[in-house]
C-alpha cells in the first residue's frame, strides 16, 4: 500500500520475460491469460503479462521490465526519514538480477525512474521478500537454497 494515497501496488514475475508492477482496481482485467482461453492445455510462457491484444481495455502496467525479467517478488514502500530523498520509493526484490530495485512513482502512480540499492547488488543471492518494518527499516530475505538469511537494511548507507 503506498503511504498516504490508498493504492495497492503488487508486484507480478513473468513467465521468462515481462515482469510487472501493476495498481490493483475492483474488477479492473490485467490481460494475464496463459491459457489463451481456454484453447492452449499448457501454461503458455510466450503470452504477454498484459496482452493488449487479446485485452484492449486491460489496465497497463506501471511498469514493466519488457524483453528482460529480473523475476520481481515481494515490494514495500520506503518511509523514515533516516532513509533521505529515498522515503517514499518502492523497493522491490529480485530473484535474478540479485538485487533491489528502486521505484520511484509518481504522483499518477505511473513508475518513472529505477535505480538500485548498491550494497544489496550480488552480495547477498537472490532477493526473495521485502517488507518494511515498524522501525522503518526494510527486511529481506535470501532464495539461494542454502545458508538463506533475514537481513535487515536501516538506511540507504547501511
Given at each position: 500500500?503506498?503511504?498516504?494515497t490508498?493504492?495497492?501496488?503488487?508486484?507480478?514475475?513473468?513467465?521468462?520475460?515481462d515482469?510487472?508492477?501493476?495498481i490493483?482496481?475492483?474488477?479492473?482485467?490485467?490481460?494475464?491469460?496463459?491459457s489463451?482461453?481456454?484453447t492452449?492445455?499448457?501454461y503458455?510462457?510466450s503470452?504477454?503479462m498484459?496482452?493488449l491484444?487479446?485485452?484492449?481495455?486491460?489496465?497497463?502496467?506501471?511498469w514493466?521490465?519488457?524483453?528482460?525479467t529480473?523475476?520481481?517478488c515481494?515490494?514495500?514502500?520506503?518511509?523514515?526519514?533516516?532513509?533521505?530523498?529515498?522515503?517514499?520509493l518502492?523497493?522491490?526484490?529480485?530473484l535474478?538480477g540479485?538485487?533491489?530495485l528502486?521505484?520511484?512513482?509518481?504522483?499518477n502512480?505511473?513508475v518513472t525512474e529505477?535505480?538500485q540499492?548498491p550494497?544489496?547488488?550480488?552480495?547477498y543471492g537472490?532477493l526473495r521478500a521485502v517488507?518494511?518494518?515498524s522501525d522503518?527499516?526494510?527486511?529481506l530475505?535470501?532464495?539461494n537454497g542454502?545458508?538463506d538469511k533475514?537481513?535487515?537494511?536501516?538506511?540507504?548507507?547501511a
Amino acid at each position: 500500500m503506498q503511504p498516504g494515497t490508498g493504492r495497492l501496488f503488487i508486484t507480478e514475475h513473468g513467465p521468462y520475460v515481462d515482469d510487472e508492477i501493476n495498481i490493483l482496481r475492483p474488477g479492473a482485467n490485467y490481460g494475464w491469460d496463459p491459457s489463451r482461453g481456454g484453447t492452449e492445455k499448457r501454461y503458455d510462457e510466450s503470452v504477454p503479462m498484459t496482452d493488449l491484444q487479446r485485452f484492449p481495455d486491460a489496465v497497463p502496467a506501471v511498469w514493466s521490465s519488457g524483453r528482460d525479467t529480473e523475476a520481481i517478488c515481494g515490494s514495500a514502500f520506503i518511509s523514515g526519514t533516516q532513509w533521505g530523498d529515498m522515503q517514499g520509493l518502492l523497493a522491490v526484490a529480485a530473484l535474478k538480477g540479485a538485487k533491489l530495485l528502486l521505484m520511484r512513482v509518481d504522483p499518477n502512480g505511473t513508475v518513472t525512474e529505477v535505480g538500485q540499492l548498491p550494497q544489496l547488488d550480488g552480495n547477498y543471492g537472490r532477493l526473495r521478500a521485502v517488507r518494511a518494518g515498524s522501525d522503518d527499516a526494510l527486511y529481506l530475505t535470501t532464495s539461494n537454497g542454502d545458508d538463506d538469511k533475514v537481513l535487515r537494511v536501516a538506511s540507504a548507507s547501511a
